[in-house]
Structures are given as C-alpha cells and as structure tokens.
C-alpha cells in the first residue's frame, strides 16, 4: 500500500502540514499535537469547541512557532516564551506542558473570542495532545466508500489523518522500510467532521449521519508506532 500523502498538525485542532517525509516514534509522527490551546478549565480545545481553530496555520522553525490567524494576523512565540508548567487535561488524561504568557496569545484570544492558553509539551512526555493514539491512517479506498453514500462527497481533510494511503485493503499491521505500524482500534467520529476545514463554518449532518448509519460512525484506523523510523510520501507499506 502506498503513502499517498503525510500530515502532521503541530498545533492540536489547528490546519495540517503536507510533508514529504516524516520521522516516527512512540509520541506518533514527529511534530504532531506538540503544541494546544487550553481553556480556562484545563482542557485541550478541539474544533467541537472552536471550530475557527480550523482556520489557523502554524509553521516551525528552528526557535519558533508561527501562528498565522485565519490570514488577519500573524503571532511568533519562541520556544523560550514556554515557561509556565501547568497540566492539560485531554480527555481525561493529564499531561504536562509549559504555557506561554497569556499577553503574547490575547489576539489568538480575541481571534477565537475566548480565554485561551498557549502551551507547549514538557520535558519527556509520555503522549502528545491527541485524543487517543499517536497515529491515524486512512486510505482512499475508505473515501470513495463513504463518499459513494453521501448525497455530496467530503475530502479526505475532515477526517485530519497522519497517513493516506492508496487502496482499501485492511491490515493488522504496516511495515515499511523503516517503521512498522501496528493496528490498535478504529477511530469512532464526531461533530468535527461536518467542520468545513476552509472556514471553519459547521457543515452538518453529512458526512457524521452516514457514518453512524453505514459505518457504525468509524472512519480511520489508529495505529501505535511499533518500531521507530522514517516515514516517506511514495513508500510502499506491506500490509500484514
């Protein structure tokens, strides 16, 4: 099965980075879910509860993230700027991070018209932001089934995947030339894919009801990093 396309999403719930290659580990592919917006509560926010998170690019460099708001504003942190430790609550799970001041972040506040934290994972984590595993494959084969059943078609980036892979065949696990990646569960769906990535408007019902219906509202397999590598666009993975 070949990698058709890799994404990672440095910042949790915000607009994916298309990569030519990727190194893999146990966390999942490197840079993805580093990096969240927390709300006053503790709690990571996902698209269900901001949905214009949808709207905004991050980009890395070296000594800085770079958050780009929807194309009205830009915001550079350092990785210095992380120094505040606090814990995050992700579905239940806490994990530590370190908060940058809330002053660099209040436009990214104002943006999303709520009080948010910026924060950053800390020391040797044990995850990152993610809702559940560290890695999320689809194929185009899962697309073109559902799509099949939906009055109109959804592109692949309502489902937010770190790999796409070519074909619809199942597997149990995927072995490349460096990594293998072990199937863990199918990934159950919410409200996040009726969220037009674009704009970040709330499209629903589609494609969420024909999930629940045809699909028992799964779209995607989680998979955990088995043996550490690099992951390559065009790399054949042996199914297994």
């Not at 969240?36 to 509560?41: C, I, K, L, Q, S």
């Not at 001041?101 to 910026?118: H, M, N, T």
């Not at 199942?170 to 293998?180: K, N, P, Q, R």
């Not at 009801?209 to 955990?224: A, I, K, P, Q």
Request: glycine fraction near 8%; charged fraction near 25%.
């Amino acid at each position: 099965m070949r990698i058709a396309a890799l994404y990672v999403y440095p910042v949790k719930a915000c607009r994916a980075l298309a990569l030519e290659h990727a190194a893999a580990g146990p966390l999942g592919l490197e840079n993805d879910r580093r990096f969240a917006f927390v709300a006053e509560d503790g709690r990571a926010l996902t698209q269900r509860d901001q949905p214009l998170l949808a709207t905004i690019s991050p980009a890395l460099d070296a000594r800085a993230i770079r958050l780009d708001l929807g194309g009205l504003l830009q915001l550079t942190l350092a990785f210095s700027d992380f120094a505040e430790t606090v814990s995050v609550d992700v579905w239940g799970n806490q994990v530590r991070a370190r908060a940058a001041p809330e002053k660099l972040v209040s436009e990214a506040a104002d943006y999303l018209g709520a009080p948010v934290r910026f924060v950053a994972l800390d020391g040797k984590p044990q995850r990152a932001f993610v809702d559940s595993r560290p890695v999320l494959v689809t194929t185009h084969g899962m697309l073109s089934e559902l799509n099949a059943r939906l009055p109109a078609p959804v592109g692949m980036e309502r489902f937010r995947p770190n790999v796409v892979l070519e074909g619809a065949r199942d597997w149990t696990a995927l072995e490349g030339s460096e990594v293998l990646l072990e199937r863990d569960k199918l990934c159950g769906r919410c409200e996040v894919t009726t969220i037009d990535q674009a704009t970040g408007e709330r499209r629903g019902p589609e494609p969420l009801r024909t999930l629940s219906e045809r699909f028992d509202g799964n779209f995607g397999v989680y998979c955990r990093v088995a043996r550490a590598g690099r992951l390559r666009r065009g790399e054949i993975l042996q199914p297994s």
